[in-house]
């Protein structure tokens, strides 16, 4: 046995001297992709109060929660997947002028922007259909319509100009995109949603008007699906559209299910808003944390230094590791932040030690899950010859947006705060 303890010491060594490299080779990763999780934390910290301040108008238009993961998965979904793609562009030396719609990345803009219309329409229906299948008190389909659409639409022009803006500073600057798009994007993306669909939710009042507007969202349709057909030539949008709008729409239906989730467990929420207060910025981290591993694992397919294989290899090993590294401080500080921002509003909340209790429980759940999901979720994609860029991310954000609300619940249940 004492013969042994050298061999054992030895690899203890190299294993040590082998993370010591694979830290000092990620460090400027890790630098990017820790500050963009706190400004998008701190964004949707801010976004969580603003769900809380909702609570009468939430109250005053039942089955509206319904909307909102699905609207704000949306943002995420749709401009979080554009950053991977320019972040590829990025890598493949073709990011070039974003505004010019036959370049490669004005493609890629293009496409976002048709997605954005499609996804809200189809958002509305979708939560019409399931609450009435649910037997779920909720508003009429045109309110669906005027809400999903005029808050999809208003939110979606400062998250594309912030996309493109993050891409151009980034490849001027020589960061790696994959680490800084997706939180940064999800995060602005958050932080306008419910604001917009706050401020889209007057619109549906008068009923005249609501009816007035549900049309005219319905009759931007054509004149979009209109122009798409006529561009054909542009085989890059076209593929974006074909390829990420039937995902985005089982994307939308699990968040949907995750505004369910909330829905059915309304009065626990009200009881403890603190609670309510973390849930936007709880989702964010586990979803930016999935997205930075999707899009990196998607650069090296691209790149071809990653082989899809059934297990991740050495290499993905390191890349999984820097999603724990970055979690465990991220979901400690929101522990820390939740606490004292429902103090400082004077928000009923868990007392601090179970607050962090909560966050970090909820978060091994949520990010375990978000790892199997973007290394699968990647490699399979790109086995079928699909771009991992149009499906990691969507596949990404939806299903945590899910489990994670779904995590949330279980720890709230495991340390009986509820």
């Known amino acids: ?77 749709i401009f979080g997947a554009l950053g991977a793609r320019l972040g590829t562009l990025a890598h493949t030396g073709r990011f070039d002028k974003p505004w010019q719609v036959r370049s490669a990345t004005g493609q890629s803009v293009a496409g976002s922007c048709l997605l954005t219309v499609y996804v809200s329409v189809a958002l509305a229906v979708l939560a019409w259909l399931i609450t009435t299948l649910m037997g779920i008190p909720h508003i009429s389909l045109m309110d669906f319509l005027v ?115 909330l829905d059915s467990r309304t009065e626990a929420f009200l009881a403890m808003p603190g609670l309510l207060v973390m849930v936007p910025a709880f989702l964010e981290d586990v979803g930016a944390l999935g997205s930075i591993l999707a899009s990196r694992l998607a650069s090296k397919l691209h790149l071809g230094t990653l082989r899809p294989g059934r297990l991740p290899g050495r290499a993905v090993l390191t890349d999984i ?18 606490t004292g921002v429902s103090a400082a509003l004077g928000l009923a909340h868990p007392s601090l030690l179970m607050m962090l209790a909560l966050t970090l429980l909820a978060g091994l759940f949520a990010t375990s899950a978000a790892v199997l999901v973007a290394y699968y979720a990647a490699v399979g994609t790109f086995r079928l010859r699909l771009d991992p860029d149009n499906y990691g991310l969507p596949i990404i954000t939806s299903t945590m947006d899910l489990v994670g609300t779904l995590s949330i619940a279980a720890g709230v249940v495991v340390l009986g705060l509820v």
């Open 1 to 77: 046995m004492s013969r042994d303890n050298p061999v054992a010491g030895l690899r203890g060594t190299r294993l040590m001297t082998r993370g010591r490299r694979a830290l000092a080779a990620n460090a400027s990763s890790l630098r990017l992709g820790f500050g963009a999780l706190l400004l998008s934390s701190t964004g949707d910290l801010i976004a969580g109060v603003a769900l809380g301040s909702m609570s009468a108008t939430l109250e005053s238009l039942p089955g509206l929660l319904l909307l909102v993961p699905a609207a704000i998965g949306m943002r995420g979904n």
């Open 321 to 338: 590791a820097l999603i724990g590294i970055l979690g465990f401080p991220v979901f400690l500080l929101l522990g820390l932040t939740v």
């Open 147 to 261: 809400i999903s659409v005029l808050g999809g639409v208003a939110s979606s022009v400062l998250v594309l100009g912030v996309t493109v803006w993050t891409a151009r500073v980034a490849v001027r600057r020589g960061w790696d995109l994959d680490n800084v798009a997706a939180p940064v994007v999800t995060a602005i993306g958050d932080i306008v949603t419910l604001p917009a669909l706050w401020l889209a939710a007057f619109a549906i009042r008068p009923e005249w008007l609501a009816t007035t507007l549900a049309i005219a969202c319905l009759a931007v349709v054509v004149p979009v699906a209109l122009w798409q057909y006529r561009y054909r030539v542009l085989t890059q949008m076209q593929r974006v559209v074909r390829q990420s709008l039937p995902l985005l729409l089982v994307a939308g239906t699990v968040d949907i299910l995750a505004g369910y989730v």
